[in-house]
């Protein structure tokens, strides 16, 4: 099946510093991407769509100059967190929508930041 | 607004059966998810219904009725690690994933 990576998987930093996430289909294309974030013992939250070629698509509430995302080639989209704050810290995870008759979503595998 | 409704938290037996009940209401109806999800990790599909009717795949089916904006996920000869949240998840109109809080299921042995 098709496969999503991403990197790091934990991760832990200074607040103030900023941390990036990468995003890989390794098996197929994705034009879009997305990404999520998810508080403990809740559902995930769909921060913004990711577009190869051009700009993001921000949910309502995220912040697009804390939130950066860059999606450069048809199998990378990176989420970078500017001056990461203790309240940033969350499970980060991305996923990649591919065809399959219908738009299955592969889920990468997450990322948990700690920002102390 | 865009709703999706699933009860929080079920427990169940080991060995036994379990149906998680999924109620939505969004803009337009392009498919029902279901997605399993263990602490900690990422989740990892399970099903998909687009027509009304019953999905069967080994232990686990998933039942739609549109008219009815009704979901279920049936897991049969329930073991151990099927401890984990169940997300029911729709596509709406826009082809965008509205998701449900999950539902959390305990096994008990």
């Known amino acids: 099946g098709a496969v999503v990576s991403q990197h790091p998987s934990r991760v832990i930093c200074k607040s103030g510093t900023s941390v990036k996430i990468e995003c890989r289909s390794l098996?197929?294309?994705?034009?879009?991407m997305f990404w999520y974030r998810q508080f403990p013992k809740k559902s995930l939250m769909l921060m913004a769509t990711s577009n190869e070629g051009s700009k993001a698509t921000y949910e309502q509430g995220v912040e697009k100059d804390k939130f950066l995302i860059n999606h450069a080639s048809l199998t990378l989209s990176t989420l970078t967190v500017t001056s990461a704050h203790p309240e940033d810290s969350s499970f980060y995870i991305c996923?990649?929508?591919?065809?399959?008759?219908?738009?299955?979503?592969?889920f990468g595998p997450g990322t948990r930041l700690t920002v102390l | 607004g865009q709703n999706i409704d699933q009860p929080t938290e079920m427990t169940a037996t080991e060995g036994a059966i379990v149906q998680i009940n999924c109620t939505y209401q969004?803009?337009?109806?392009?498919?029902l998810f279901w997605y399993q999800q263990h602490a900690g990790e990422a989740p990892t599909f399970l099903s998909y219904n687009v027509l009304d009717g019953l999905e069967e795949k080994g232990r686990f089916s998933s039942f739609l009725s549109r008219s009815k904006g009704y979901s279920y996920l049936l897991l049969k000869e329930l073991q151990m690690k099927d401890s984990a949240s169940y997300l029911c998840a729709v596509l709406d109109s826009n082809y965008q994933l509205i998701w449900g809080a999950g539902t959390k299921l305990i096994i008990k042995p």
């Open positions: 969004t803009s337009g109806f392009n498919g």
């Open positions: 098996d197929f294309q994705a034009t879009t």
């Open positions: 996923s990649a929508p591919r065809q399959r008759g219908y738009n299955e979503q592969f």
